[in-house]
């Protein structure tokens, strides 16, 4: 899941600051992959917790939306700055919110729920598409106002459509769900599962625009798109999770399997940092755009190198204090943790679970 978190912020980096689509326009899938594959996460976040927590009952609750409401303070907070970035965090923290009570059904149930979730994604935005002009409804205009209005809050308009990142969610949860279950020596049928993930991508993304069909552009809400991207963001959770159990993923030492997870460890604090650099340097130059090669080399180098000295910085320190366990991840991760501690604290029993796992003869990792 880290592993997929660092490949996410690989993807918004080449996606906002990227001045170009690189041979054969490999790197326009920027554009149609980070936010679903973000809200994929978010669904695979919320099952793993609840799954492993131990703790289900109203301070798992506040504990969450704890995380959930910092999470989109923060992204209000982003929101003020310079950079040309369209923020995602507020739809996120709801989108955390909503998989509250998702990761409680039973799969069947759950699987009920993706299929509206999916009725939604492909429904709603071209039901609002057809309002303005195609539908012959006898409303008043403040009620067809108020229509349009909540249609295009919940998925109708607008980059980031929460129908679809809650079928993303939905998605994650389901494919954990599974891959969970799957023995380690299988790691292959993952990556044929990740494989055909990306065929369908491809297929709903690329081939319409290629083969002259229709055309498909990131964030139009068409039922190509919102599909397609979903498909895609399912392919690279599977692919990192293929990579991470096969030979070469079990033969990498510990400790370099722990640094290439921090960047996904720290993908919030990244993620603000990211913005932070946009700023600055909008600010400081007002007239001239921020897409250039050099600040995507230097926003992945910073980040990814951010998060590896933090990591290794507090795991020294938290063997003298273990306080600063929680702290390890990354400034705004442990920020977060302090505050759910303070409003809703863990049990015993569930604070001592909370230690890295360790594999048998390759130390501690955590993915």
């Not at 302090?338 to 569930?350: I, T």
């Amino acid at each position: 899941m880290d592993w997929a978190r660092g490949a996410a912020y690989v993807l918004m980096v080449v996606a906002h600051v990227a001045p170009g689509d690189g041979p054969a326009r490999i790197l326009l899938v920027s554009e149609f992959l980070t936010a679903p594959l973000f809200a994929l996460l978010i669904g695979v976040g919320a099952q793993l917790s609840w799954s492993t927590s131990g703790e289900h009952g109203w301070r798992y609750v506040l504990r969450e939306a704890v995380r959930a409401v910092l999470v989109i303070a923060l992204g209000l907070l982003l929101m003020r700055s310079a950079a040309s970035v369209l923020i995602v965090l507020v739809h996120l923290g709801v989108l955390m919110l909503l998989c509250l009570p998702l990761v409680r059904l039973r799969t069947r149930a759950l699987m009920v729920a993706g299929g509206f979730s999916l009725v939604l994604a492909v429904a709603v935005p071209g039901i609002y598409r057809m309002l303005p002009s195609g539908l012959d409804l006898d409303w008043s205009p403040p009620a067809h106002h108020a229509l349009t209005t909540v249609l295009g809050l919940v998925g109708g308009a607008g980059a980031y459509r929460l129908t679809g990142l809650l079928l993303c969610a939905v998605l994650g949860m389901l494919a954990i769900r599974a891959v969970q279950r799957a023995p380690m020596a299988l790691w292959w049928r993952s990556a044929l599962a990740s494989a055909g993930a990306f065929a369908v991508m491809l297929a709903l993304l690329v081939a319409p625009n290629v083969l002259g069909l229709y055309e498909v552009h990131a964030y139009d809400g068409t039922p190509s798109e919102q599909i397609g991207v979903a498909s895609g963001a399912l392919g690279v959770l599977l692919m990192m999770w293929a990579l991470e159990r096969s030979p070469l993923g079990r033969a990498l030492p510990a400790r370099v399997a722990q640094l290439l997870a921090a960047p996904g460890q720290a993908a919030l604090t990244l993620y603000a940092l990211q913005i932070l650099v946009l700023h600055i340097y909008q600010v400081n130059n007002p007239l001239v755009r921020d897409d250039h090669w050099w600040m995507l080399a230097l926003l992945v180098v910073l980040g990814a190198g951010f998060a590896m000295v933090w990591q290794t910085m507090f795991i020294a320190l938290a063997r003298r204090a273990p306080r600063a366990r929680r702290w390890m991840r990354g400034p705004l991760e442990g920020l977060i943790r302090e505050v759910q501690d303070v409003l809703a604290p863990r049990r015993l029993k569930e604070a001592v679970s909370d230690r890295p796992a360790r594999r048998a003869g390759s130390g501690t990792r955590r993915h």
